[in-house]
């Protein structure tokens, strides 16, 4: 049996490839190398295409590996944040939540965006290890991810943003430099905490999972589509899946308890702290709060002996007869306790599932769209797809010389739910219909546009290598 070979070879960089991602459901591929080039392939002819934005100039189609003096257009700065690239952590984007409060500021450029065009990104803060989240368009900081409190977790190396759709909040997962993977919650709807003056500082995150599968650096992670588990590859052999937490209550806003049952003593016990006393009746505990002052005014008859009044180290302390009788009158009542609070601990907890592949330096990792295997980019110069459910090996994917630096998986389309109404030839009765485009577009344009349906259903696996080169694969 022969082994796989890739459909494609996509040449064209010059150094070695970094980034891969499959946008446009499947029509368009960027890839992205070590120059800071980035090339955008059409996938139907497997070519670089140049992009225009109304009447601004082209971006340039030259390849970098055809000349670095070519004058190339630069491409229009939008946005640009502070961030730390010590670590070459990549960032990461979701959707904005639907219960996040769009404010832009006044005279702001994005005054008019709707959530619909809000996005949020999550970058390696200029301390390295937290991470910074932003709104855009309007650059807004959300929230911050603080340090982890309860390890030394190093530099973050790799940071991914989920949905949780009950609570409507964000999940920030991050892997770190020690081999530590956390993943942190921030409830948007969460009102300023006391210490935060408003529209001055960023909310923080909340840590509700720490785990340490790995001894070497997390290069990569990623999740299953609905947000349940997530893997973590490293510069180890392991690769390891980790359970996503639901959030706890003392983390949520008010309104999300209430929404999801939660109890209202919400507040996190200290179990480092002894445990404190039972209340006592409101009356005994107004008494027993300022014991001196009842027994001075018991004291005021004789005030001249009382300072001068020797105690024997091994007599019994004196009693306060006032405090007594008072004490005494006031009718026995039934100590009511309080619900306890709501008690949370954060400890470092095992991954739900870990294998040793027995091959070190696993760079990148995603997650097909379906959520039913993975894939990973080593630097042994291969491609490895795992199930996701047990973990184990499925393909070996070989051909490039050197190592493999990146992976991306394509969307799986459903051939129904992708097809455009306008590109139908008949109706139900049988009918031809040819639409206003397709007869514009003639033969030739039919018959492209035939060949780009068939690109975007392919089952595509992307790998950019340190060779400089792009193989496409189609695998399961």
């Known amino acids: 049996m022969s082994a796989l070979q890739p459909s494609f070879v996509l040449r064209g960089h010059a150094t070695q490839i970094h980034s891969v991602q499959f946008v446009r459901q499947n029509t368009r591929l960027l890839t992205g190398d ?47 944040l502070p961030v730390n690239t010590l670590n070459f952590c990549a960032f990461a984007v979701c959707s904005a939540p639907h219960g996040l409060n769009i404010e832009p500021a006044p005279g702001h450029a994005s005054a008019g965006a709707s959530l619909s065009e809000s996005i949020i990104v999550a970058v390696p803060a200029r301390d390295d290890k937290t991470i910074d989240v932003y709104q855009f368009p309007d650059e807004r900081l959300l929230c911050v991810v603080p340090r982890v409190q309860h390890a030394d977790t190093g530099m973050v190396m790799a940071v991914k943003l989920l949905h949780h759709s009950p609570s409507d909040g964000i999940y920030i997962i991050a892997g770190y430099e020690s081999g530590y993977t956390a993943v942190h919650f921030f409830d948007p709807r969460s009102p300023p905490q006391p210490h935060q003056a408003a529209s001055v500082m960023p909310d923080l995150a909340r840590t509700i999972y720490l785990s340490q599968p790995h001894t070497q650096p997390i290069l990569s992670l990623d999740a299953l589509p609905d947000a349940s588990v997530y893997f973590t590859s490293s510069a180890d052999a392991v690769i390891a899946a980790h359970r996503v937490p639901d959030p706890p209550p003392h983390v949520l806003s008010p309104p999300n308890r209430a929404a999801l049952g939660a109890p209202e003593s919400t507040k996190p016990v200290d179990h480092m702290s002894e445990s404190s006393p039972e209340p006592l009746p409101t009356e005994n505990r107004n008494l027993a709060a300022h014991p001196p002052v009842q027994e001075m005014q018991a004291a005021t008859a004789s ?47 095992p991954p739900y599932k870990a294998t040793n592949t027995k091959h070190a330096g696993q760079q990148s990792l995603r997650v097909r769209s379906d959520g039913r295997i993975l894939a990973t980019a080593g630097w ?38 992708s097809h455009d109404p306008q590109t139908d030839l008949a109706d139900s009765e049988g009918k031809e219909l040819v639409s206003q485009n397709q007869t514009k577009l003639g033969g030739l344009g039919r018959l492209q546009q035939q060949r780009e349906e068939r690109a975007r259903l392919k089952h595509w696996v992307a790998a950019g290598a340190k060779d400089a080169k792009v193989s496409l694969w189609e695998v399961f």
Not at 49 to 64: C, F, G, N, Q, T
Not at 315 to 326: H, I, K, Q
């Open 303 to 349: 005030p001249l002996t009382f300072s001068k009044q020797s105690v024997s180290p091994s007599a019994e302390p004196p009693t306060s007869a006032g405090l007594s009788l008072l004490l005494a009158s006031v009718p026995s009542q039934e100590t009511i306790k309080p619900a306890p609070p709501f008690s949370y601990t954060l400890s470092v907890q």
């Open 380 to 417: 042994d110069s291969k491609v490895r797809v795992y199930s996701t459910k047990s973990l184990k090996e499925l393909a070996v994917l070989k051909w490039h010389a050197e190592g493999v630096y990146a992976v991306d998986f394509a969307q799986l389309l459903d051939p129904v739910a």
């Open 34 to 80: 070590g120059d800071g080039y980035v090339v955008c392939w059409k996938l139907e002819s497997k070519r670089p295409v140049a992009l225009r934005i109304a009447d601004e100039p082209l971006l340039s189609a030259v390849l970098p590996a055809d000349g670095s003096t070519t004058h190339r257009p630069k491409p229009w700065l939008l946005h640009s």
